[in-house]
Structure formats: C-alpha cells, structure tokens
C-alpha cells in the first residue's frame, strides 16, 4: 500500500507503526519530556481516540492539552471539509496528530510528516484506527519520494523554517518544496500568525518567545522562529512560485480558531465582520488581561477602514497556480468546544441573489438530546443576516468609558427587557418583564442582548436561537446571563460614580438593587450555580458555581482599584510592573530554551559519535582479533 515509501528507502516500524530511514535520528524539538509522556499515557489509556472525543475533551486541562488534544483545533481546516474526501494529503509538521486525526476523519488519505520520532509515534496513536493515515518520521527538508499531492499543509510550521531549513530563505525553500510535490491543481495550506495581529500591539505577548512587542519590533533572529506580515509573507509566496495566495482570517488565532472570515467578509458593506468577530475575542488562551485598549472597541475602527485582514491576529492562507473560484463565503463561525451533540457551524454566504444567509448544521453525529433532557438545541438552517449593531455593545462601550453610574447600567437593562418583550410578542407570548420573579418560556432562553441585533433602522432582532430549556426561566436569570458573560470578557472598565463593593458580585448585587430586584450575595451566587450548571449540560464537563469569577475585581487589572474607582497612573504603574516581571521570567524562558536545545543538539552530537565510534571499533583490526579470540575461548571452555 506504501510503495512509494519503500522505494524512497523508508522503513516500517512494526512497534510504532512509523516509517522513517533507518539514519534518522530525528530534529531537536520537543514539548519536554513529562508532557509528551503525558500525552503518550492519555492516548494509551482512552478508546475514543476521535475529534470530538469526551475522554480527551476530559484530558484538556492546561495549555499543552488542549493544543493537542482539543477538537477546536480542527476547525482551521473545516471550511475546506467538503473537499477532503479522498484526496492526498501531505501534513507537514504533525505534533502531536490534532490535525492529522481531523483529516483523517474527513477521508483525506494522509501522509503525516513529523520530524520528532516521539512526536510521530504520539500522532500515529491518535490515528491508530484510521488505514487511511500514514506517520512518517522525518524532517521535511530532507522527505523525498515518488509521489505528488493534491494538498500540502502547514499548520503551525512556516514560522520554525529558519531553525530547520538550512539556506538564504528557508520559509521560501519550504515552500519552493512543497510546491514541487503539488499535483497539477494542488494548494499549500499555510497557518501562521501575523506579525502584525492587533492583540499585540494591544500588548498580547508574542506567543513563541512570550515577549511584548518582540515581533512588532522585529527582535526575531536570523535562526529563530519568526512570523510575517500579509504583504511580507504574501510576496515569500510569490517567490515561491505561486501565482495565487488567498487570505483568510481566524479568530482568535489559527490555533483555536471559533470564526473565520474571507477577504470579502472582512471588507464587504453589508456584512459586519467585527461584530461577528467580537463574540471571539476573548476566547483566546493566550491573551493577557493586561491590554492598552479594548479590542472589541478598536476591532470596529479597524474593520470600518479596511484593515480587517491586515490587522488580524493569524492567516490561513491558501497557495496555488490556478485561479481559485469566486467564494461566496463570508465567515465560517464554529461552537466546537462543546459535548459532541451540540457542537455546530454557522456560514455566512451570499445566495444568487446577493443577499446575505446564515446556515447552519451539527458538526457531529452523535446522536441528539431526548425530549427528557433539560436542554436541547434547534438549529435554523436558512436564516436572514442582519446587519446592525449586537445590543450588548451598547453595555459594553458604557462600562468601558470613564464616569458610568449603575444606574446607566440599570437603565440599560430596563431597555433590554423591554426590547426583549416586543421580541417575544412577535412570537405570541405576552409578558411583563418588570418582576425578577416572572417566568417567561425556555425557548427564550436566548434572549439575551448578545444574540440581539438592533438595525440600522433602529429595528430590534433576535439571532443565534438555538437553546430551548426544558422549564420557564425567570427574568433574574435572564438578566445574570446577560450581563455575567460581559463582565468576564471585560479587560479594563472605566472609571465609576458609583459607590459598591468593588467585585463582580458587589457589581450584580448594586445592579439588581438599581433595577428593584432586591438580590442578595447568596441569591445571586445561586443564579451563578443555575447558570453553571447550564454550562456543564452544554460542555459536557462540570463547570464550577464561581466560573464567573464573583469576587474578582470588576476590572481584571490585578487588583489595582483604591476603593471603587481606578486611578490612571495606578493603572499605568501596574501595567510597567506586570511587563518588568513578565520581561524577566521571558529572559529566564530564553535562556532555559536555549539550554534545552543546546542540551539536544549535544546529546545528537553525543549519540552521533558513539555510532560512529562503534562502527569504527566494530571495522578495526583489533576489535575482529579480540572477537576471534574470545570465540576461540569460549570454545575451549565449552569442550572443557
């Protein structure tokens, strides 16, 4: 089945099921010794090896887990699902298999290059049930075989060429390669970030050194990772040889993408790429809390002139000779970390007609919810785009601008509750929405300002429907669900009028107070297990009562508030601290990575020696005699 491997003078490894030379000693990269033996043992014990896999879901613990083992990983690829089916795939870089598991599900038939033996030998673990995934362990510079491909990715690689691709211009070389072993017709898939992702200028670290500014300044060096512009790393395409580079946009990152967005979806009039990207935002794992403006806020500005694509955080980018076909596609949006039956895809596409529709569908197909569950989803397949403004923005820009009062924030939700009566009027259920207590129906679970859109026209929609609760939800909770997320996604608020007790659960207890609802602490903190619990149903994992973070400080500013106001220079002097510390244990990261890599390179120098020294005492004269004679003795001691 493997030929062309055998011919290329690649061997199969029985024990690990991995094709590799028998010379290859592997490159000098590695997640550290406790946690790719860790992912072995995870890997070793689970059955459901699969995308959306509870028990790996279950695994996801800490940042490595979830890069290796989360299903959101997959969604970078899954605009392309439909086009996988059968076709081959070269993955350049596999880790640890997140991606190679995901292509092999989609029916692509999978050559998964990785250049740690290890590494493979974890990614052919994740895929041991899938005939259609072949691992080879080897580096792609040195991968030679008689054989082309439809496909060739790079997910999370490019930006590692300069420490393994030996030349002038190593992103270039890799892709010059890459392109050679395309079939007439193929693409390069390229999954990176960008140099110049709005995050960091924000003052989100670089994600490879952990460093503020380090690539917007161009601290990278000739033989360290580095990422690129669009302009810069569409013209190393170009030199490449590739005629065409389409670009798109993943959000937050390329790594845990929730949204993707076409060129055309960043820039088209009537479709608004940042209020659909801001839902996103925060659901990035490696944001700071630390930032210098609110990226909701600035997101607007930057998509209104343009510079969407520019400006965002990663690319996916797709190269190839021949001219792509006219997409009609203007974002993908992926709920993919949830239990498998709920777990869903909303595109965003221009019909014939050149309207705006919303589809969407299940992205697993485990089965779906008995009527005797406490939830369950419905899904419309066909729904009208809205263009308008998310009322939620409108909280949002308030707590975000120095000189709020409760009040205004009360009286923002007196005018979401009445907006959300009309809207449920519209649907034949009349209700009064004055009283904590009154109980409206679980199909309005959802009627929160987030999935409302207020128009241009000043008319108010509802998005996004697609929970139904088994039993009548009171306004209390509709409220806390409406304004508990906001506040967890909120880096910095302004500056308040208003005296509480400087906590988010101070904050909802003065909320409610202002509005006539007379909450307790304790009440309150009820509505956050209701509302955890309603998490857990939709994760498929327990979520803990206090997720929100109850007694937090409003602000996530490191507890920096005299009473309850922020003073600017105590924020400012807070921030210089954090970026002082944080430079300091990024100095320390520095110098223990490269201790570690110079402590590889030595031990390949080391066990690259010893071979030869063996082989050298193996062929000398000496070692042949004293062989003979201990052969000669042993024979004479046997006959005595």
């Known amino acids: 089945m493997n030929e062309w491997l055998e011919q290329a003078g690649y061997l199969f490894n029985k024990s690990d099921s991995l094709w590799c030379r028998s010379e290859f000693k592997g490159i000098a990269y590695s997640d550290g010794d406790e946690f790719e033996q860790r992912m072995e043992r995870i890997l070793h014990g689970v059955e459901d090896k699969s995308i959306f896999s509870p028990e790996l879901a279950a695994a996801c613990v800490d940042w490595p887990s979830h890069y290796h083992l989360s299903c959101i990983r997959a969604n970078i690829l899954r605009p392309f699902e439909e086009g996988l089916r059968g076709v081959d795939v070269l993955e350049v870089g596999a880790g640890c298999g997140a991606i190679t598991r995901f292509l092999g599900e989609a029916?692509?038939?999978?050559?998964?290059?990785?250049?740690?033996?290890?590494?493979?030998?974890?990614?052919?673990?994740?895929?041991?049930?899938?005939?259609?995934?072949?691992?080879?362990?080897?580096?792609?510079?040195?991968?030679?075989?008689?054989?082309k491909f439809d496909v060739v990715t790079f997910i999370g690689v490019l930006e590692y060429a300069n420490q393994f691709v030996q030349g002038a211009h190593p992103a270039r070389a890799m892709l010059e390669?890459?392109?050679?072993?395309?079939?007439?017709?193929?693409?390069?898939?390229?999954?990176?970030?960008?140099?110049?992702?709005?995050?960091?200028?924000?003052?989100?670290?670089?994600?490879?050194?952990?460093?503020?500014?380090?690539?917007?300044?161009?601290?990278?060096?000739?033989?360290?990772?580095?990422?690129?512009?669009?302009?810069?790393?569409?013209?190393?395409?170009?030199?490449?040889?590739?005629?065409?580079?389409?670009?798109?946009?993943?959000?937050?990152?390329?790594?845990?993408?929730?949204?993707?967005?076409?060129?055309?979806?960043?820039?088209?009039?009537?479709?608004?790429?940042a209020s659909?990207?801001?839902?996103?935002?925060?659901?990035?794992?490696?944001?700071?809390?630390?930032?210098?403006?609110?990226?909701?806020?600035?997101?607007?500005?930057?998509?209104?002139?343009?510079?969407?694509?520019?400006?965002?955080?990663?690319?996916?980018m797709v190269a190839s000779n021949v001219v792509p076909d006219q997409s009609t596609v203007l974002a993908w949006h992926y709920s993919s970390g949830r239990t498998p039956k709920f777990c869903k895809r909303l595109c965003f596409q221009r019909n014939e007609a050149g309207d705006i529709r919303i589809s969407a569908k299940l992205l697993s197909s485990a089965s779906g919810p008995s009527i005797t569950d406490e939830i369950r989803i419905e899904l419309e397949n066909d729904a009208p785009y809205v263009q308008g403004t998310p009322l939620a923005a409108e909280l949002r820009s308030l707590l975000t601008t120095d000189g709020w009062s409760i009040e205004q924030v009360a009286q923002f939700i007196k005018r979401y509750l009445h907006t959300a009566e009309a809207l449920m009027r519209r649907e034949g259920f009349e209700v009064s929405m004055s009283s904590a207590e009154q109980m409206i129906p679980g199909r309005f679970?959802?009627?929160?300002?987030?999935?409302?859109?207020?128009?241009?026209?000043g008319d108010s929609y509802l998005i996004d429907k697609e929970w139904v609760y088994q039993e009548e939800v009171n306004v209390a909770w509709l409220v806390f669900r409406a304004v508990s997320g906001l506040l967890v996604s909120l880096p910095v608020a302004g500056v308040s009028v208003t005296e509480f007790s400087n906590s988010r659960l101070g904050f909802m207890v003065s909320l409610y107070n202002a509005l006539g609802f007379g909450r307790?602490?304790?009440?309150?903190?009820?509505?956050?297990?209701?509302?955890?619990?309603?998490?857990?149903?939709?994760?498929?994992?327990?979520?803990?009562?206090?997720?929100?973070?109850?007694?937090?400080?409003?602000?996530?500013?490191?507890?920096?508030?005299?009473?309850?106001?922020?003073?600017?220079?105590?924020?400012?002097e807070g921030y210089a601290s954090l970026q002082r510390e944080e430079m300091a244990r990024a100095d320390q990261f520095s110098t223990l990575q490269s201790e570690l890599h110079l402590t590889l390179e030595i031990n390949k120098l080391l066990e690259n020696l010893i071979h030869e020294l063996e082989k050298t005492i193996q062929e000398s004269l000496s070692f042949k005699i004293m062989s003979f004679l201990r052969a000669l003795k042993a024979g004479i001691l046997e006959r005595s």
């Open 520 to 572: 307790s602490e304790e009440q309150i903190l009820e509505l956050g297990r209701k509302e955890a619990h309603l998490q857990s149903l939709v994760l498929g994992r327990p979520v803990a009562a206090d997720s929100w973070g109850p007694h937090e400080a409003l602000s996530l500013t490191g507890g920096l508030k005299k009473g309850p106001l922020y003073g600017f220079q105590e924020i400012v």
């Open 107 to 147: 029916g692509a038939n999978v050559c998964a290059l990785e250049g740690s033996p290890r590494r493979a030998r974890i990614a052919r673990m994740r895929a041991v049930d899938l005939p259609n995934v072949t691992v080879v362990a080897e580096n792609f510079e040195t991968f030679g075989v008689n054989r």
């Open 445 to 457: 679970l959802d009627l929160i300002p987030q999935n409302i859109i207020r128009s241009d026209a």
């Open 177 to 273: 390669k890459a392109r050679s072993m395309l079939k007439p017709g193929g693409m390069v898939l390229v999954a990176i970030e960008n140099q110049l992702g709005l995050k960091y200028f924000a003052g989100a670290p670089e994600d490879h050194v952990t460093r503020r500014m380090f690539g917007i300044e161009e601290r990278y060096s000739p033989d360290g990772v580095r990422t690129y512009g669009r302009a810069e790393l569409a013209e190393i395409v170009r030199d490449a040889g590739f005629a065409h580079a389409r670009f798109y946009a993943p959000f937050p990152d390329y790594k845990f993408p929730v949204t993707i967005f076409s060129e055309e979806g960043m820039t088209a009039q009537d479709f608004d790429a």
């Open 276 to 316: 659909v990207l801001s839902g996103s935002i925060f659901s990035d794992r490696q944001l700071t809390s630390y930032l210098s403006f609110d990226l909701p806020r600035v997101w607007d500005v930057v998509v209104r002139n343009k510079l969407g694509m520019d400006l965002a955080n990663s690319f996916l």
